[in-house]
Every structure is written in structure tokens, then in C-alpha cells.
């Protein structure tokens, strides 16, 4: 990735936190604390490395993208928009009665979403379920990604499909754990442990890396290596910090699940549109 490239998918994670900001204060609730981690990821995703067309959303070769911590639409649609499935506009809309945006994912309503998420952990096992099918059909140019929250995989389902994706060798499936170490009620340490990550999916068989889950340029070469492993299912770990962007939002839990008021609104927004300019003349 070079130099400009590397600028522009900055300029665009800005946006996307933009979008999440924007979505959940037009929402008055939302999860703005994860979405805001997970952007940086989510935006190279859908800037970079996903082979997507806004125009056929449903294209059969696409690549796969499963947002299987599904609170975190908010992030998910601000990509979305940016990169042209609905306007930009549309996300003011969110979680409002009508909307193609509702607070979890429809693959039914939104374009651009390929499964429809919010039971923690069931998102996983359809990403495996798409991997394995994908194998099947020989399409071995199609690749599945899923993000996961740390909390999600305190939920066992998460293991079976990890053990799943393994037996079937599934190395056309990049499972991506979002890991900022906290949850509705608190940090992941005390809610239920689900370290150490790293042992834990090598012994379940994965190939697994852990790297600065908000810095594009490390997540670059992770996605890089990932896509080189073959005979097992690869792994991300995105060491992260809730609320990433928005100073009064990092690394406080009572940022998990509810939306800016007026006055936060206009504080992050004015962090965010200062990033913003100094990105842009950077480039």
C-alpha cells in the first residue's frame, strides 16, 4: 500500500466515525463506543480489500463480509455509504421506524449487508457456513472476513464455529476479533475472561496474528499475510480502544450503548471535522 493510498483510507476512517457519530445522535441510542473502534478495520474492508460492486450489491462473486458483532452497524453502514450503497445522507436515519438502517444488520433491508447479525455469536458460524459453501462451489477466488467483538466470544457458539472452520480447512475465511477489552458492563477481565486470545484460537487450529487494531498500515500487512495462509482458517487480533476518535468517548464503557446528546454531538464532531482537515491537507 502506498503513501496515498495509505492517506485516503485514513481521510475515509475519519468519515466512517463521522457517520457513526452522526447515526447515533440523529438515533438518540446506538453503540458508538465499538463502532469507533472497529472503524479503522471496517473501513479498509470496504476502502481496500473487499471485491464489491455498489452497483450489484448482490454479485455472486462479491467477497463476503459478516459483521457478526452486529451492535456495531453503525460502522458497517457509515462504510456503506461511503462507499456508495445509499447516500451519505441516510444515515440520520438510523434505528428510526422505516429505515433501511435498523440497529442490527438485515440482509433483507440494507444494501451492501450480507447477513443479518445481533445474536451474539451466530454471526461466525454463517461466515464458516458461506466459507464452506463458497469451497464447495470452487469459487476459490471468493473470500469470507467476520468481525467479532472480545465479549462475543465469550459465547460458545463462537468455538464451535472456530472448531468448524478448522476441520474443513477453511482457508478462505478470515475471522477478525475486535479487541478493546470492554463490554456492556465493564472491562472483558472482569465480565468473563476470554484471554489469552491468542493461545486459545492456535489451539482451536487457526493461524492467528494480533496487531494494532487502529493503525491502517499494520492491518494492511496482517490482511496481506492472512490472505497467503492455506490448510487452516486465519485470525486477527485487533488490540483497539473503544470509542477510538472521540477523546471524551476512549475507553469508557458507558459509551458501549447509547448516542451523543446535542452538546457531545457538537464536541465530537468538531474533533472529528478537525482530524478531518488536517488528513485531507496532508494528503
Same mark, same amino acid.
Request: aromatic share 6%; hydrophobic share 40%.
Given at each position: ?212 487494531? @487502529? &493503525?491502517? #498500515?499494520?492491518?494492511? *500487512?496482517?490482511? $496481506? ?8 482458517? !486465519? ?25 451523543? @446528546? &446535542?452538546? #457531545?454531538?457538537?464536541? *465530537?464532531?468538531? $474533533? ?8 485531507? !491537507?496532508?494528503?
Amino acid at each position: 500500500m502506498n503513501k496515498k493510498e495509505l492517506q485516503q483510507l485514513k481521510i475515509m476512517a475519519c468519515k466512517v466515525r463521522m457517520g457513526v457519530i452522526e447515526g447515533t445522535h440523529a438515533a438518540k441510542s446506538g453503540h458508538p463506543g465499538g463502532s469507533l473502534s472497529c472503524a479503522d478495520m471496517i473501513t479498509y474492508l470496504y476502502g481496500k480489500k473487499l471485491r464489491i460492486d455498489p452497483q450489484d450489491p448482490t454479485w455472486e462473486d462479491r467477497d463476503r463480509f459478516v459483521l457478526s458483532k452486529g451492535h456495531c452497524a453503525p460502522a458497517l453502514y457509515a462504510a456503506l455509504a461511503q462507499r456508495g450503497f445509499f447516500p451519505v445522507e441516510e444515515l440520520q436515519t438510523l434505528r428510526h421506524i422505516g429505515s433501511r438502517l435498523q440497529g442490527h444488520p438485515s440482509i433483507k433491508d440494507t444494501p451492501g449487508v450480507d447477513m443479518s447479525t445481533g445474536s451474539l455469536g451466530q454471526g461466525i458460524s454463517a461466515a464458516a457456513g458461506m466459507a464452506l459453501g463458497l469451497k464447495a462451489q470452487k469459487k476459490d477466488q471468493v473470500r469470507v472476513y467476520t468481525l467479532l467483538g472480545d465479549g462475543e466470544i465469550e459465547e460458545g457458539q463462537v468455538w464451535e464455529a472456530l472448531m468448524f472452520a478448522a476441520h474443513y480447512k477453511l482457508d478462505n475465511l478470515t475471522v477478525i476479533i475486535d479487541n478493546n477489552n470492554l463490554q456492556i458492563d465493564g472491562p472483558i477481565t472482569e465480565v468473563m475472561s476470554s484471554y489469552p486470545i491468542v493461545d486459545k484460537l492456535e489451539a482451536f487450529g487457526l493461524d492467528v496474528q494480533q496487531i494494532d487494531g @487502529n &493503525d491502517m #498500515e499494520a492491518i494492511d *500487512a496482517a490482511m $496481506e499475510k492472512a490472505e497467503k495462509v492455506t490448510g487452516k482458517p !486465519a485470525a486477527i487480533i485487533l488490540k483497539t480502544v473503544k470509542g477510538k476518535g472521540v477523546s471524551f468517548m476512549e475507553n469508557q464503557v458507558g459509551w458501549h450503548g447509547k448516542g451523543p @446528546n &446535542d452538546a #457531545e454531538y457538537a464536541q *465530537a464532531m468538531a $474533533e472529528l471535522k478537525a482530524e478531518l482537515e488536517k488528513l485531507e !491537507a496532508e494528503a
